[in-house]
Every structure is written in C-alpha cells, then in structure tokens.
C-alpha cells in the first residue's frame, strides 16, 4: 500500500515503479504489475533498466500462466503448457513495436470484432488506437482515445501524452504532405511546426500541473520551452530537472545552453564543467559537452583553454564534428 501512494503521487518516477510492480508480482497480481511497467516503458523507451524489469515481470507472468509454477511443484502438466501456447504468441504478436502493413490490417479488423462482441472491454480500445495512429487513421485513433478518456481509466497520466503524440503525428503527416514547390512551402510548413510545438507545450504543462514533483515532466517541459525559444522559464525548469540523477547531466546540459544563448558565458562554461565532472563514459554525450564548452571558450577569447577541450575529442574521435579542423588549424598556425 505504501509504495502504491508513492506511485500514484509520481507514476513516471523508474524506481519506485519498478518496486511497485514487483509488489503487485509478489502479492499475486503479476500482470497489473506488467502493465505498470509498460506504460512507463511507452514514456521511457529507451530505459535499460526499466526494459529489463519489465522483460522479468513478463518472464513471471508467462511463468505463471503457460503452467510452468505447477511443473515446479508437481501440480502441472506440459498439456496445460501446451494449451496456452497459441495465446502467448498472439499476445507476442500484440506487443510487437514494428508491424508490418499486412499484419496490422488484420490485428484491427480482429480487436474491431472483439470491440463489437465486447463494447465494455477497454483492451481492444487502447490497442485499436495505437493501431489506427501507425496506419495513420488519425480521426479514428482520437476517436479510441476519447472514449477511454470518457470511461474510469480517463485519469490515466499516459492517455494525455499518447492524445499530444498523436497530434503531433498528424501535425508531422499534414507537412510531409506539404508541396515543397508551392511559394508559401516554407510558410505553411513553419506554421505546422509551430503548431506542434504549441500543442506539445500545453499537454506538458497541464501535466506537469497534475504531477509537479515529478522531474522528469519537468526536464521534458524545459526542453519544450527551449524549443519554443522561452529560455528564461526554461532555465527555471532545468534547474529544478537537475536533481533527478537520471536526467542531471542532460538537464545541466541544457542549462548550458540556455546560458550561452543570453551571453551569460561564465555560466554556461561552469555548467559544462560539472556536467563533464559527473559524466565518466566517455560518450557521444560526454563529447558533446566538451564540445560545447570549447566552442563557450572560444566565444569568451579563450582560445588554449578551448583548443584544450577540442584535443581531448580529437585524441579518441578525430571525425567528430569539426574537431579535425579546428585542431589542425591550431597547429598550423603555431
């Protein structure tokens, strides 16, 4: 019950998502746990962690259910086994994130069917929405998601972002139909992604309003802002994104940047600095940071201090950027 309260206070929070669905798992109910975790795991798709929690918690449940608890203790038999097989690999099929034209025609027309026997079953609901949005049916698919918003299930936090994204899918098909001859291209395709952007930042911001302690929202927030070119109330966010150690060094990143923009150039050059300090793989994102510390050297005419940061790219990655460039430059010019 306890971490159930921390859940619902903070739904997009990793840990204690993983903790409460491994309580649901151990209290009997495996697949409510699994569906915690897949939610969160639409949100945050490319979380190690969070992926391999849900891979165990679906492992349990596949445990569980294809009988394999009861060849342990003797009870079961590889029938019962068997006999669940045919389902377990449609419910694969399901969760497939890439499907194939041909098979998602069909997976409509059958949850369409299931919907039909079945009109108070969400399942097929949220399952025919995601569809229709791959197929880009887009007025079908806010149709879908409407009607979940209307039934008990419509203060689920992941339905507001999966209405936005499904906006913004149609915002982004609306300008890849845009007719790169016509005189007014650039116009109309601009007003598109303004659009976009506006409409992403209002869900973002009325979610952030139901969730304010939730830091994550707020780093996503903050780079909206930073999108939209609102950099004083991105900063605002980004400082307080910061203290979430899964999002620090971007959200330090980020503030750099914000800084840097408004010529506050000390700023962003200590920012930098300690977002390099805790990162320890030296990685694109490590580089990155170096990178754009050197660049705000080069900015304050601190130009050895600079080259400095640009040998420690070119030492490991002499094709990253313009490094190679900028450090041959340098020695030629000694």
Same mark, same amino acid.
């Given at each position: 019950?306890?971490?159930?309260?921390?859940?619902?206070?903070?739904?997009?929070? #990793?840990? /204690?998502?993983?903790?409460?669905?491994?309580?649901?798992?151990?209290?009997?109910?495996?697949?409510?746990?699994?569906?915690?975790?897949?939610?969160?795991?639409?949100?945050?798709?490319?979380?190690?962690?969070?992926?391999?929690?849900?891979?165990?918690?679906?492992? #349990?449940?596949?445990?569980?259910?294809?009988?394999?608890?009861?060849?342990?203790?003797?009870?079961?038999?590889?029938?019962?086994?068997?006999?669940?097989?045919?389902?377990?690999?449609?419910?694969?099929?399901?969760? #497939?994130?890439?499907?194939?034209?041909?098979?998602?025609?069909?997976?409509?027309?059958?949850?369409?069917?299931?919907?039909?026997?079945?009109?108070?079953?969400?399942?097929?609901?949220?399952?025919?929405?995601?569809?229709?949005? /791959?197929?880009?049916?887009?007025?079908?698919?806010?149709?879908?998601?409407?009607?979940?918003?209307?039934?008990?299930?419509?203060?689920?936090?992941?339905?507001?972002?999966?209405?936005?994204?499904?906006?913004?899918?149609?915002?982004?098909?609306?300008?890849?139909?845009?007719?790169?001859?016509?005189?007014?291209?650039? %116009?109309?395709?601009?007003?598109?992604?303004?659009?976009?952007?506006?409409?992403?930042?209002?869900?973002?911001?009325?979610?952030?309003?139901?969730?304010?302690?939730?830091?994550?929202?707020?780093? %996503?927030?903050? /780079?909206?802002?930073?999108?939209?070119?609102?950099?004083?109330?991105?900063?605002?966010?980004?400082?307080?994104?910061?203290?979430?150690?899964?999002?620090?060094?971007?959200?330090?990143?980020?503030?750099?940047?914000?800084?840097?923009? #408004?010529?506050?150039?000390?700023?962003?050059?200590?920012?930098?600095?300690?977002?390099?300090? %805790?990162?320890? @793989?030296?990685?694109? %994102?490590?580089?990155?940071?170096?990178?754009?510390?050197?660049?705000?050297?080069?900015?304050?005419?601190?130009?050895?201090?600079?080259?400095?940061?640009?040998?420690?790219?070119?030492?490991?990655?002499?094709?990253?950027?313009?490094?190679?460039?900028? @450090?041959?430059?340098?020695?030629?010019?000694?």
């Amino acid at each position: 019950m306890s971490v159930e309260v921390l859940f619902m206070n903070n739904p997009r929070d #990793r840990d /204690v998502a993983i903790d409460y669905a491994n309580a649901l798992a151990e209290d009997g109910r495996v697949a409510l746990g699994e569906k915690v975790l897949a939610e969160l795991a639409r949100q945050l798709p490319y979380d190690p962690e969070l992926l391999q929690a849900l891979k165990n918690i679906t492992a #349990r449940r596949t445990m569980s259910e294809g009988g394999y608890d009861g060849l342990a203790d003797g009870k079961g038999s590889y029938r019962d086994i068997l006999k669940n097989e045919e389902e377990a690999k449609a419910l694969e099929q399901e969760n #497939r994130v890439q499907k194939s034209g041909d098979n998602t025609e069909r997976l409509i027309r059958e949850y369409e069917a299931r919907l039909k026997a079945e009109p108070g079953n969400l399942k097929p609901v949220r399952q025919l929405a995601e569809l229709y949005t /791959v197929r880009k049916q887009f007025d079908l698919a806010l149709k879908m998601y409407e009607k979940l918003k209307a039934s008990e299930t419509g203060n689920d936090p992941t339905l507001d972002k999966a209405i936005s994204d499904l906006m913004s899918k149609r915002l982004d098909h609306e300008a890849a139909q845009l007719d790169q001859a016509a005189p007014d291209y650039e %116009e109309q395709h601009a007003r598109l992604n303004a659009e976009k952007v506006a409409l992403q930042l209002a869900e973002c911001q009325k979610r952030v309003e139901k969730f304010p302690t939730d830091l994550g929202m707020r780093f %996503e927030l903050g /780079v909206l802002y930073f999108s939209a070119g609102k950099i004083g109330e991105a900063i605002q966010e980004f400082q307080k994104a910061q203290n979430n150690p899964h999002k620090r060094v971007a959200a330090l990143s980020y503030l750099a940047q914000c800084f840097a923009k #408004r010529k506050m150039n000390d700023l962003a050059a200590k920012t930098l600095q300690n977002a390099i300090k %805790e990162k320890i @793989v030296f990685d694109d %994102e490590k580089k990155d940071l170096i990178y754009n510390l050197g660049s705000v050297l080069e900015t304050m005419g601190k130009k050895e201090e600079a080259i400095e940061q640009f040998k420690l790219i070119y030492e490991t990655d002499i094709g990253y950027r313009d490094v190679a460039k900028k @450090v041959d430059d340098y020695y030629a010019g000694q």
